[in-house]
RNA sequence: GCGGACGUGGCGAAAUGGUAGACGCAGCAGACUUAAAAUCUGCUAUCCGAAAUGGGUGUGCGGGUUCGAGUCCCGCCGUCCGCACCA
């Protein structure tokens, strides 16, 4: 309509573990249920008249996609940036299977309740370390991007910035004579009261085979929760290991090492030194075992060494009690240690990253096979290219534990492609993640022979908007920013953002209802209250009756709690189906009440009365199109030419700029004027430019419209309305007229009047010299076409 | 704990520092109808008032800047989101 050429493309993110989970409840095969699923949802969408290009959909199930994934994964591995390392993983020993983080209920298994295992197991990585830097600083450029994914997105990546050091052990353990740290804070040296090592450490390790209570210790450590609930409220505890280090801007100098339960291996260098005074956590942990707690930074009005209180201070200020630090500021203090250690040889600046490499094996069924053999002579080998896809085979059963793959009995058997001898396929599958990295350049371009073609992807891409739910921001949209890097580093892109403008959207919501039976708990000693314990239901919305101060159950008439509005999920069964929502009121209501209520990247409270009067207002406007099918009013309606103008123009930047709530609410507008207006030329081209621009948001009606105006072709192709520039301003404005900045009247008078004559307007008004009641006028403000306000 | 966003009628929401509540939903009253539905008309922040083209109050709470604050600043309270023993 507005002469664009847009590529609006649709495709399923169809591997994955809800598929998985069917094949074992359902005894279907994933495929099976997945291509089903497919299927429905795309009969929905169509149905809802959405303008996919479907000439270009995928789904990243079938071998003509992951084939192609495949091969990117060669490139990438051969580009260097694949590799295999040992990784822990969460094992359910009954399912034999690994699990997600979130599968992971109080340490055991969602499935089969068995206590999951932490267990090491050789797995493919994807170097996205070595971008850190670059996705980082990437965030800067974009632009179109919310504030808020961007932040997020830095956090997760958590650059900090330090110095690592080393301290060196009074007593040379075996082969191990220091402990490797790092500190973001080394101004704070001089705080410095003992040394933390994680469980994990390798000088842990070592000490813990000579040394039965702490290897208990360590156990502990890693058995402990891992929910955040759980890290909040754990205490902190260490286990003093016998040993001390010397510090090292002082030889005679001692710290006790002690290995502690909140030190992370995997963070760092799995070895941290407590500063007490500033740091809580390091607080805590002395107060428990009765370290020293040396002031080293002040905020100007304490200087003293005895720090008191149970509050670290993090503050801003000067740095005291730390020899030649003595009185620079923090930042001073910082680069002088640095520069003293690096001179000195004991320590150097360092970058650490929160950032992990992006671990992708998945030891599953329904995934992109990774296409490499193994080798007892050449080892890892990439499946040469003509002979992808390696697609997956389709006799496997869930009937047995553990992954299909695995125990086939033939697929993993394969000669080495290097040297010919009996070799095995890798059974571990791709992340979907890798499958959603980049399926856009797919959608631009799908050749058979390659993954996409770059010249017609150069065409289409970067993606101009791309809109998607805020729960992506961090990870698939971090993954696809690497993935474009990486394919740009290895020359198969050129250029690095997949994503120009990102607009997150909302979700659709809805009431809950439920029944839960209350117990009494004791408040307190004197008090009682109410909560639920986890016996009842939740009700879904066909099941229930809603009335004007609650709602009811259909089948006994009982009431049932109205909860939350809150997002829409199976297991608080506030779900509707759109099906019998379309049947009834039909397509074009369902798309009018979505755009009309909330602004989209806010949540959108589902309601069946608000759908009723989108499907009010459809039939509105079809009542006004019928009207004017054939007329040949004359006459002229200024007023109504004028509203339609500004409409025109209104909608059309409130589209632009996503806002469909405002555009409706101009159409509404537009739309009640014309209801009131009397038969006039005017009036018969008003309705019939209302039905191009409401055609975008109900298109099946404006269609309609246009075969019954006896026009020719779809109005989707039909050019917006031409907008007259000199309608769009008023002649006559209304301005406010203020005393003491409180209104008082208005005056309507002709546009541009000058400040004189505005001033000479307000004061003649009656209503104003009343609340002046004669006062005297310090001063009167005028905006042009705005107001006046008179100050007394 | 850290970081961020948000807080406006019964509800969804509007409002470049310039008439708060546009527009919609729900509700109320009326017209049409034998009746109902649909449709149409009007009212609908709140308090005082019989009413007014009267006045007071009002954008979570308390301050501040300004001729003027929903909007900007400071401090609270609350809700939601993200991250989290990250050294």
Redesign the pocket.
């Known amino acids: 309509m507005q002469g664009y050429e847009v590529l609006h493309p649709m495709g399923w993110d169809a591997f994955g573990m809800p598929a998985e989970n069917a094949a074992m409840e359902k005894k279907v095969h994933p495929g099976e249920w997945t291509r089903a699923n497919i299927a429905s949802m795309r009969s929905q969408l169509k149905t809802l008249g959405f303008a996919f290009d479907w000439s270009r959909e995928l789904a990243t199930c079938e071998p003509d996609y992951y084939g192609q994934e495949q091969a990117l994964f060669i490139d990438l591995f051969e580009g260097g940036l694949v590799y295999r390392k040992e990784s822990a993983v969460n094992w359910d020993p009954v399912d034999m299977t690994v699990l997600a983080n979130e599968q992971v209920i109080d340490g055991k298994g969602w499935r089969s309740g068995a206590q999951v295992e932490k267990r090491k197991l050789s797995q493919w990585f994807l170097k996205i370390t070595d971008f850190a830097e670059d996705l980082l600083a990437g965030l800067d450029e974009l632009k179109g991007w919310p504030?808020?994914v961007r932040?997020?997105q830095e956090?997760?990546i958590?650059k900090?910035q330090?110095l690592q050091f080393h301290f060196a052990l009074a007593e040379a353990q075996d082969e191990i004579a220091t402990v490797e740290?790092?500190?973001?804070?080394p101004d704070t040296i001089y705080g410095a009261s003992f040394v933390?090592l994680?469980a994990d450490h390798p000088l842990t390790r070592q000490l813990a085979e000579k040394n039965e209570a702490l290897a208990a210790f360590a156990e502990e450590?890693k058995t402990?929760g891992t929910t955040?609930?759980e890290?909040?409220t754990?205490?902190?505890?260490g286990f003093y290991t016998g040993l001390t280090v010397t510090h090292p801007l002082d030889p005679d100098w001692q710290l006790p090492v002690y290995v502690?339960?909140?030190?992370?291996?995997?963070?760092?260098?799995?070895?941290?030194?407590?500063?007490p005074a500033h740091?809580?956590?390091?607080l805590d942990f002395a107060r428990k075992y009765d370290l020293p707690v040396k002031r080293v930074v002040s905020d100007g009005e304490d200087t003293g060494a005895i720090f008191s209180g149970n509050e670290a201070y993090t503050g801003p200020g000067t740095i005291v009690n730390s020899a030649f630090l003595d009185g620079m500021t923090i930042e001073a203090a910082q680069q002088a240690v640095i520069d003293r250690a690096q001179s000195e040889g004991w320590g150097k600046a360092q970058t650490?990253w929160?950032l992990r490499d992006w671990g992708v094996s998945r030891q599953r069924y329904w995934g992109t096979p990774i296409p490499i053999i193994h080798c007892d002579d050449c080892g890892p080998v990439p499946v040469p290219k003509d002979q992808l896809p390696v697609t997956l085979p389709d006799d496997i059963d869930f009937e047995t534990p553990g992954n299909p793959l695995e125990r086939h009995a033939t697929w993993k058997h394969v000669d080495c492609p290097k040297c010919g001898k009996a070799a095995r396929r890798e059974t571990d599958t791709l992340d979907t993640f890798v499958d959603s990295s980049w399926y856009f350049l797919r959608f631009a371009s799908q050749p058979d022979d390659r993954p996409f073609d770059p010249e017609v992807v150069k065409q289409w891409l970067p993606v101009t908007q791309y809109i998607g739910g805020?729960?992506h921001?961090?990870l698939h949209l971090l993954y696809a920013r690497f993935w474009t890097r990486a394919l740009a580093s290895i020359g198969k892109l050129d250029f690095t953002e997949p994503f120009e403008s990102l607009f997150t959207q909302?979700m659709v919501t809805h009431e809950t209802y439920s029944r839960f039976q209350e117990i009494e708990v004791a408040i307190s000693q004197s008090e009682t209250g109410k909560v639920n314990v986890g016996v009842g239901s939740y009700f879904s919305p066909d099941e229930v009756e809603r009335t004007?101060d609650g709602a009811t159950l259909k089948v006994d008439g009982q009431p049932v709690k109205v909860g939350?509005?809150e997002k829409m999920s199976k297991s608080k069964k506030n779900v509707v189906d759109p099906d019998p929502i379309i049947e009834q009121y039909g397509a074009d209501a369902v798309r009018f009440f979505m755009l009309?209520?909330?602004?989209p990247e806010?949540?959108?409270?589902w309601?069946e009365?608000?759908i009723?009067?989108?499907w009010?207002?459809v039939?509105?406007l079809w009542?006004l199109f019928i009207a004017v099918a054939d007329n040949d009013d004359t006459g002229e309606d200024k007023a109504l030419r004028r509203k339609l103008h500004q409409t025109v123009a209104g909608v059309a930047g409130d589209v632009e700029a996503l806002?469909f709530?405002?555009a409706?609410?101009?159409?509404?507008?537009l739309?009640?004027l014309i209801?009131?207006s009397q038969p006039s030329a005017d009036r018969t081209t008003a309705i019939k430019s209302l039905a191009r621009i409401v055609a975008p948001m109900v298109p099946h009606i404006a269609e309609e419209a246009w075969a019954l105006f006896g026009e020719s072709g779809l109005i989707a192709d039909a050019p917006w309305p031409e907008v007259d520039e000199s309608l769009l301003v008023d002649d006559e404005?209304?301005?406010?007229i203020?005393v003491?900045?409180?209104?008082?009247d208005?005056i309507t008078t002709a546009k541009g009047s000058s400040k004189e004559q505005l001033e000479e307007l307000a004061l003649a008004s009656e209503?104003v010299q009343?609340?002046l009641d004669g006062a005297e006028i310090k001063?009167v403000?005028v905006?042009p076409d705005?107001?006046v306000?008179i100050?007394i």
Do not use: H
Request: glycine fraction near 10%.
């Open positions: 504030d808020k932040l997020m956090n997760w958590g900090s330090g740290v790092f500190s973001t804070r933390a994680s450590c402990g955040a609930a890290l909040e754990m205490e902190k505890k502690a339960n909140f030190v992370l291996m995997d963070y760092g260098t799995g070895a941290v030194f407590g500063v740091d809580q956590r390091d650490t929160r805020v729960e921001a961090i909302g004007a939350r509005v009309s209520d909330s602004p806010r949540d959108l409270p309601s009365a608000g009723e009067g989108s009010r207002f039939q509105r009542r806002s709530n405002k409706v609410a101009k159409i509404f507008e739309v009640n209801e009131k404005v209304t301005i406010a203020q003491r900045g409180k209104l008082r208005t209503k009343r609340s001063k403000i905006v705005r107001l306000n100050v």
